[in-house]
Each structure stands twice: as structure tokens, then as C-alpha cells.
């Protein structure tokens, strides 16, 4: 079955289509690349051809390359897995050069064809390579497209020839949101930028793009570093501007990522070594360090993450096998921040909500918080008016129960207090259908005590989302012990419909998330309890790869809430209640009773001005806790950040309260933003090998207590020379 098609009209403009049997979005594959080649060779060789054109048959141009390829390369290479990946990019290098040059004459630069690039929609990653080794690219005006280079993001950079392509197009500094950040641009915005060359209407794109074949001249289809006296935009390194550009670009990148990204440091090293060469040069520098990054662990361990593990995850991979359960009609009980957010996203997916509170004025604020973050979409063109006024339409804001009924599907969102929730289950119940699922949104409380006061057990879940809703991608969904395989479809597929990434755990203390990051916010605080320079605390959790550091994290949760946890843990824990976290409520409680609550309060461990934004670590953490005489070496510090988070998932996967490896690593970097260049805690004990985690372990505790002591799984695997991604395979576990 083919994958592009080849027409030619009677103008002698030829279309060659891509349209990848079996996918809603094209994807670039070896097969795809060899049958691409012939069929532009066919097209070049043929004298009746004017030009050719660039398109998708599908609503979108292309999602990129099949990173499962790369990894069969890598796999098949036996012990040259270098030389195939780099034989493997400089073919493509070779086709995209292809499209360039096709029948010019190296000297004169004439006699070549015009190629056109015309996106109906979408384009990313490889498909925008091949878009910018076109001589001229158009997108349709088409409102959901999108058009970038996001390879960073997964731990990887533009490798065929993008980065190269782009910085001798636009210079070194404006490619930077593209290549460094990731960016995905609208059509008009790619214009602006340089990107792209034109926008039509989506029904006047094939049109404009003949035209402009049938019309284009030899100096139309020379790229910029193929005419003579080409000077790079900015200036090149060895220029006096380029030279402060470059200076400029590795300090923004340095400061961006703290040196943890090793996908970001090649691809400046390719910028940088490639603008000092010939083009042909620079791509074959490009393909080098590109190499180098897939046979980087970090990098694979983030593709394996953020792209496979995650794609499986939102695909439906630990879904029980039970017909479909798409919510039509959801009941969302709580009209407050969270249960707001729930209905907003829900509206959005095209579910009718109905949001109850205890009158409605309470109700309606819920219903205000909506349009609120709708307007702001509205502002920043990202939704219309009608689109806005649609989404609306689909909430109902009241007092009455009543209104649920249809549901078949309920959110409960309301304080987290037993009392509360067993009162609303109750009432909730007396009108539901039997078939209604009942799912409460909790981040801590045991989902099991929780359904006691449910008449349908094995019809309630926890569904716990993190906050803000609309913006955090994770949602936990937690099976109680009489929790059913409908009552887990049902959630799955709710997470799903919101176009959010569902992990499924079980039920236990904490459950996955909280587990692993209030040991992380703890050990932390503690350290503050020590003497420990608060900003080398931070630091050192920044450097390692976390987005904020322990006490950042706890100012934005909020201090009043870890003070409530710590008392509601240490009450449900008994004499059993960790000394070390003991140590940590010392320093929570004193800012409590100080009126620090966090950023809410413009006060924490931070202080903050009338903006709510920080100014600096508060002088009163020293004051408090004197800077003890002898501090620590920053590894000690990430040591004890990193392993008070890893422990706890080794824990959770080794009780059970994990099924799915691939669940403990995407929640961890979704949910908490845990080094996400690691791939996870799991990818980042298979990194570093499970003997160095137990060595690291047992050091730690020594020092610091058994805390650190190493668990006997770890111990075992490290015993036997294991790793977490071969003993715990997805196909094993299915098994």
C-alpha cells in the first residue's frame, strides 16, 4: 500500500500527497523516505514536469518522525549502533538536499524545478524539515494548525537539518524560541517570524501553490545558502555581532536548563560549529551530534517517556477491556477552584456539565471562573466568541441535586473533609441512575474509607486532578478495593475525552503523586531545620532538573495545607509518625503561626511583592534556624532531594500501589515535574544502575538515617545486575 501518491495535471505540476495508510497523522518512516525519493526522482527525471508540490491528503501535514524507528536501528545495529544511526540521518540529509538542488547545475545554480510546500494544517518535527528544504512553503489560514520543530521537548533536537536549515534562515537568536524552546507556532505567527512564506484560505491552498510553481523563476528556487555572498542573519561567530549573539544564546540556554539537557547542549554545539563551515558541512556536524544524542540514555529514557510510554498511556494502554464509556453528561459537586476547572475542561471536550454548590451564588461563581479563563482564551485568539459562548452553554450552575440526574458520571470536588464528602455521596446517590459512576477528586484521602459511604462501591473512584486543572496535563485515577472495571473504564475514558494523560494506581496512603512529593518538600524543609543554606537547597534542586525547589514547591501548594496533612498524617500514623518528618513540622508549623502561608499570603519561605511575585528567600529562615558552620557538598544535598522522591516509587511499584512502570515515570514528570531529563525515577535508577542507586542509598543513611536505608527489591536488582525497564517490562507485567 502506498504512501505518497503521484498525480501530474496538465500543466505539468505534479502533487506528490503524503497519506500514511492506517494513521490519522502522517509519520515519517524508512519505508516513507524510500518511496518519497523515487517518486521526487521520478517527477525530476521527467521533462514534462514544471514543478511539484508538497502536500498532505490528510487534514494535517505530518507529526514528525517514528521515533519507534530510530530505536529498531539502534536495536538492529548490533555493536554499531553509531554508524547506523549517523548512515540512518545522513540519508535523510542526502533526500531533504534532494528537494534543494534536484537538476541544478552547481555552478550557474539553474535548471532546477520549483518544490512547494502546502500544509492544509499541522506540521512538526520532520515534516517541517521537509517543509524548509522546500523553496517555498505556504500554510492554510486553518485556526487548530500548528507549525514548529519540538524535538527538544522530547529530549532531542531538529536532526535533519532543521537546526542548521533554520539559524542560516533567520539567524541564531530569533531561531531560538523555534529550536531551543520548542515552540509551536500558528500559521500567521510562522510568517512573521520567517518560518513560513504565506497563509491563504484553507480552499485556495492547492490553487496558490500551482501558481506559484507555474510562476516561479531560478532565483525564486535558490536557497539563501546556496547563492553566492550568503552572510548568515546576525552575523557568524567569528563576526564581532554574531560573536556576542553566541555568547548570548549558550547563556539563555545554560540558565533555561541548568546544564541537565544534553539535547540542548548538542544543539548549540551544532549551531555554533555548523555556522563556521559550508552548508554540506554543517549538516554532516548536525547529523554527528544528533547521533550522539540518540545514543545518549537521557535522551532515550525522554523518548521513551514523554513520547512512547505517554502516547501508550493516553492510547488506552492499562484500560480494562469493557465496552466504551465516553461521558456524555458529568456532575460536578463543588463549584470552587478545583471543581470549576473540571467543568471548564469538561465544556471544552463537549461534555454537558451540570455544577452544584451549596446555593446559587456559590454555583455561580464556578459558572464566572469559566467564562473568566474562557475570555482570556477569547483575548489571546486562541478561542472565538461563538466558540466561547458554545462552550458555556453546556454548563448548568445550581443548587439542586436534582439536575444530576442523566449523569453518568459524577465528579465530587468538594473540601476535603470525610464528613462533607460521605453528606454530598449520599445525596448525590438518592438521585442518580444505577449505572452513574461516582468519582471522587481527592488528593490524599483513602479512597476505600471513602466509599463506605457509597451504597455502589464497585461504581466509585478516585479521580485526582492537580491544580491548575486546565493546565496540568496528569490525572490520577485511584481504584478503591471494591472499585470495578466499569468504574475504572469510565475514568480512563472521562481523561481521555479532556485530552489529559491518566495514570491508574491503587488505592493506599497518598497514592502515587503525593507519595513521592511531600517527601521531596520534607526533606527539604528539614534541611532549612539543619542550617542548611536555604538557596543551596534550592539550587541544587534546580540544577538536578526540578522546576522549583522544595520550599518554592511548598510556598505555591501552600503551607496551611502541608501544616493540615502533616497533623491529619501524624493522627492516622500514631507513634508510627517519622521522626525526620518530625523535623520538617517544626519549620512548617513556625511559619504557620507566623501567618506565612505561602504565595497566597505573599509570604512563605519566600518573600514576595504586592504582585505576588518572589523577591527573595525570606531573611527570617536564617534568623530562625541559624546557617549551621559546615555546609554540605551540593551532590549530598540533590542526593537526599532526588532519593527521598525515587525511594517512594520504589515503593509504590514494589506494594503494588503502581502496576504499570510507565505509569511511575510519565506521573512523575507530568505531575510533579521530576527531572523530566531523567525520564523519571526509574529511568533514572536504570541510568545510573540499581548497584550506584543502592551505593548512594546506603551512604545517605549513614548520615541521615534509615530513611535512605535501601529497599530489598533494589537491593536484589542490584544484586543481580537488573534494571527496572527489564524486570518490569509492560509485556511482563501484562503476563
Not at 549558550?250 to 554545539?269: C, E, N, R
Request: hydrophobic share 45%; glycine share 10%; charged share 25%.
Amino acid at each position: 500500500m502506498s504512501i505518497f501518491t503521484y498525480t501530474q495535471d496538465n500543466d505539468g505540476v505534479v502533487t506528490l500527497a503524503w497519506d500514511q495508510p492506517g494513521t490519522s497523522m502522517n509519520v515519517m518512516t524508512i519505508e516513507g523516505f524510500q518511496e518519497f525519493e523515487e517518486l521526487f526522482d521520478k517527477a525530476m527525471a521527467d521533462s514534462s514536469v514544471k514543478g511539484v508540490i508538497v502536500t498532505s491528503a490528510k487534514k494535517d501535514f505530518a507529526g514528525g518522525m517514528d521515533l519507534n524507528v530510530l530505536a529498531k536501528i539502534r536495536e538492529g545495529a548490533g555493536d554499531s549502533p553509531a554508524k547506523a544511526l549517523f548512515d540512518f540521518t545522513m540519508n535523510g540529509h542526502r533526500i531533504l538536499r534532494k528537494i534543494e538542488r534536484n537538476n541544478m547545475d552547481a555552478k550557474t545554480n539553474k535548471g532546477g524545478k520549483p518544490v512547494v510546500w502546502a500544509s492544509p494544517g499541522t506540521s512538526a518535527g520532520i515534516g517541517t524539515e521537509v517543509a524548509l528544504s522546500c523553496h517555498y512553503r505556504i500554510m492554510a489560514d486553518n485556526p487548530k494548525a500548528k507549525v514548529g520543530l519540538p524535538e527538544i521537548l522530547v529530549g532531542l533536537f531538529p536532526g535533519s537539518g532543521g537546526t542548521t536549515r533554520v539559524v542560516r534562515m533567520m539567524g541564531a537568536m530569533a531561531a531560538a524560541p523555534i529550536l531551543l524552546e520548542g515552540k509551536m507556532l500558528a500559521p500567521k505567527q510562522a510568517k512573521n517570524m520567517g518560518l513560513i512564506d504565506e497563509v491563504v484560505a484553507p480552499e485556495n491552498l492547492m490553487a496558490r501553490a500551482k501558481e506559484w510553481v507555474l510562476n516561479a523563476t531560478d532565483a525564486d528556487i535558490i536557497k539563501p545558502w546556496d547563492a553566492k555572498g550568503y552572510k548568515m542573519p546576525g552575523g557568524a561567530p567569528y563576526h564581532p555581532a554574531g560573536f556576542m549573539t553566541y555568547v548570548g544564546a549558550i547563556a539563555m540556554v545554560h540558565g533555561k536548563t541548568q546544564g541537565v539537557y544534553p539535547a540542548a547542549k548538542a544543539m548549540l554545539s551544532a549551531i555554533y560549529e555548523g555556522a563556521l563551515v559550508p552548508f554540506d558541512t554543517a549538516l554532516k556536524i548536525e547529523a554527528r551530534h544528533f547521533t550522539s544524542i540518540l545514543l545518549n540514555p537521557s535522551s532515550s529514557a525522554m523518548i521513551r517517556s514523554l513520547f512512547l510510554n505517554k502516547g501508550a498511556l493516553e492510547k488506552g494502554a492499562v484500560r480494562p477491556d469493557v465496552p466504551d464509556q465516553t461521558v456524555k453528561k458529568v456532575g460536578i459537586l463543588g463549584a470552587g477552584m478545583m471543581g470549576a476547572g473540571i467543568a471548564t475542561v469538561s465544556a471544552q471536550a463537549g461534555i454537558e456539565v451540570v455544577l452544584i454548590d451549596r446555593d446559587q451564588e456559590a454555583a455561580d461563581k464556578g459558572t464566572a471562573h469559566v467564562d473568566a479563563y474562557l475570555s482570556e482564551g477569547v483575548k489571546r485568539k486562541k478561542v472565538t466568541e461563538d466558540k466561547k459562548a458554545e462552550i458555556l452553554s453546556r454548563v448548568t450552575a445550581t443548587p439542586d441535586y436534582d439536575a444530576l440526574k442523566g449523569c453518568d458520571l459524577i465528579v465530587e470536588a468538594v473540601f476535603e473533609d470525610p464528613l462533607i464528602k460521605a453528606d454530598v455521596t449520599a445525596r448525590t446517590e438518592a438521585v442518580i441512575g444505577e449505572d452513574c459512576i461516582f468519582a471522587t477528586n481527592t488528593s490524599t484521602l483513602p479512597i476505600t474509607d471513602l466509599a463506605k459511604a457509597s451504597l455502589r462501591q464497585e461504581q466509585f473512584i478516585g479521580i485526582h486532578f492537580f491544580s491548575p486543572v486546565e493546565k496540568m496535563m496528569l490525572v490520577e485515577i485511584i481504584k478503591g478495593k471494591e472499585t470495578g472495571d466499569i468504574a475504572t473504564a469510565k475514568a480512563l475514558d472521562f481523561v481521555r475525552q479532556i485530552r489529559k494523560t491518566p495514570i491508574v494506581v491503587n488505592d493506599a496512603r497518598f497514592f502515587y503523586a503525593n507519595r513521592c512529593i511531600i517527601p521531596y518538600i520534607n526533606e527539604g524543609v528539614m534541611m532549612v531545620a539543619e542550617g542548611i543554606e536555604p538557596a543551596l537547597i534550592e539550587n541544587a534542586a534546580k540544577q538536578m532538573g526540578m522546576p522549583l525547589g522544595p520550599l518554592q514547591l511548598n510556598d505555591e501548594t501552600s503551607i496551611d495545607l502541608g501544616v493540615k496533612i502533616a497533623k491529619a498524617t501524624k493522627q492516622a500514623m500514631g507513634d508510627a509518625y517519622p521522626a525526620a518528618a518530625a523535623k520538617a513540622d517544626e519549620v512548617l508549623f513556625k511559619l504557620f503561626d507566623a501567618g506565612r502561608l505561602g504565595r497566597k499570603s505573599k509570604s512563605g519561605y519566600y518573600d514576595y511583592d504586592e504582585k505576588g511575585k518572589r523577591t527573595g528567600l525570606w531573611p527570617g529562615l536564617r534568623e530562625n534556624w541559624p546557617e549551621a558552620p559546615e555546609q554540605p557538598e551540593v551532590s549530598e544535598v540533590q542526593h537526599r532531594l532526588i532519593m527521598a522522591q525515587v525511594l517512594e516509587a520504589v515503593g509504590a511499584l514494589d506494594e503494588g500501589v503502581l502496576e504499570d512502570i510507565r505509569e511511575g515515570d510519565v506521573g512523575a514528570i507530568l505531575g510533579w515535574g521530576f527531572m523530566p531529563w531523567s525520564g523519571g525515577p526509574f529511568s533514572w535508577l536504570d541510568i545510573i544502575g540499581a548497584a550506584k542507586a543502592v551505593e548512594i542509598c546506603e551512604t545517605l543513611a549513614a548520615k541521615h538515617g534509615d530513611r535512605f536505608e535501601p529497599p530489598a527489591l533494589l537491593q536484589e536488582m542490584a544484586a543481580k545486575g537488573e534494571s527496572f525497564y527489564t524486570r518490569f517490562a509492560p509485556e511482563k507485567q501484562a503476563a
